[in-house]
C-alpha cells in the first residue's frame, strides 16, 4: 500500500474524528492561526503530495511530509522571537531500473527570525538540508544551505503571504552533481463560516543548476476545529502545473492534510 492510500484512510479517520461532539467550531482567526507559519504556537502537521501524473513519463510519486514546528521565544542573546521547523519526507519515486522506491528522503530544517509582528509579518533565517535519504532516487546525496524567507498578511476575511527558500550544495557525496534551487510559494487563503475555507498554496520550485521548472496553481478548501486548546484543520488542494520546462516534474498533484496546532 502506497503512502497516499494510507494517508487517506487516516483523512477519513481525522475528519471522524474532528467531527466528533467534544470538538467546537472554530472562528476565521484560529483557522488563521492554524494555516499561519508564523503563528507563534507549536504545531504538528501531517501533510501529503500525490502527484498521479509528471511531464514527460507515465510515473507518479508521493511525498508524505511530516512538520513539527516549536517557536522560542526572546532571550538575553536574540531579542526576537524564531520558529524552528522541520520536514521529515517519506517519499516514493520512479527506480531508473524500474519500479518504485520508498524510504526516508532529505530531512530540512529552517529557523526564521520574526522581525515584524504588526498588519504585515515579516521573518527571514537560515536553512539547513541533510542527506538523509534511503535511496538515491530519493534525496540528492548533499547538504544544502540557504535561506528562507516568510511574509503574512492577515484579517478576519483573509490571510494572504509568501514563503520563499534558496540553497545550494556545499558538501556531500562527490558522485552526485551540485544543487541549487529555489522554491516560491505565494498562499491565499479565504475564509469562510463555520470554520471553513478555501485556499491556494501551490509551491512554484525551480532548479536553478538545470533549469527545470514548474509552476502549479491551486485550488481547494478545508475546515478547521478545536478541541481543548488545540486547533485542528484539515485539507485538500487539487494542483495543476501551468507552465513547466524538463520531463519528470508534475502535472497534476492533489495536496492534503491535517494541521494541529497547539496552546494558542
Not at 504538528?44 to 498521479?52: G, V
Not at 532529505?106 to 520574526?114: R, S, T, V, Y
Request: aromatic content about 12%.
Amino acid at each position: 500500500m502506497g503512502y497516499s492510500c494510507v494517508f487517506g484512510a487516516g483523512a477519513l479517520c481525522a475528519a471522524a474524528f474532528v467531527s466528533s461532539p467534544v470538538f467546537a467550531q472554530a472562528s476565521a482567526d484560529d483557522a488563521n492561526k492554524s494555516n499561519n507559519p508564523l503563528n507563534l504556537a507549536a504545531s504538528f502537521n501531517i501533510q501529503n503530495y500525490y502527484t498521479p501524473s509528471v511531464f514527460g513519463a507515465s510515473a507518479h510519486t508521493n511525498d508524505l511530509l511530516l512538520r513539527p514546528t516549536v517557536p522560542v521565544g526572546p532571550n538575553s542573546l536574540i531579542g526576537v522571537p524564531q520558529i524552528f521547523r522541520g520536514t521529515v519526507p517519506l517519499s516514493t519515486r520512479p527506480d531508473p531500473s524500474g519500479g518504485y522506491n520508498t524510504g526516508l528522503g532529505d530531512l530540512n530544517l529552517f529557523d526564521i527570525f520574526l522581525l515584524s509582528e504588526g498588519d504585515v509579518q515579516l521573518g527571514v533565517g537560515p536553512l539547513v538540508t541533510m542527506p538523509t535519504a534511503t535511496d538515491p532516487s530519493l534525496g540528492t546525496g548533499k547538504w544544502q544551505a540557504g535561506l528562507a524567507a516568510v511574509a503574512v498578511s492577515a484579517t478576519r476575511a483573509r490571510l494572504i503571504g509568501g514563503l520563499v527558500q534558496w540553497q545550494h550544495s556545499f558538501a556531500g557525496q562527490s558522485s552526485r552533481p551540485t544543487t541549487q534551487s529555489l522554491t516560491a510559494q505565494p498562499f491565499g487563503i479565504f475564509n469562510l463560516p463555520g470554520g471553513w475555507y478555501i485556499r491556494s498554496t501551490g509551491i512554484w520550485t525551480f532548479d536553478l543548476q538545470h533549469g527545470s521548472y514548474y509552476i502549479p496553481v491551486g485550488l481547494g478548501a478545508g475546515k478547521a476545529w478545536k478541541g481543548g486548546s488545540t486547533i485542528y484543520n484539515a485539507f485538500i488542494e487539487p494542483q495543476y502545473s501551468i507552465a513547466h520546462s524538463g520531463a519528470g516534474v508534475p502535472q497534476f498533484t492533489i495536496f492534503a492534510g491535517l494541521n494541529m496546532t497547539f496552546g494558542k
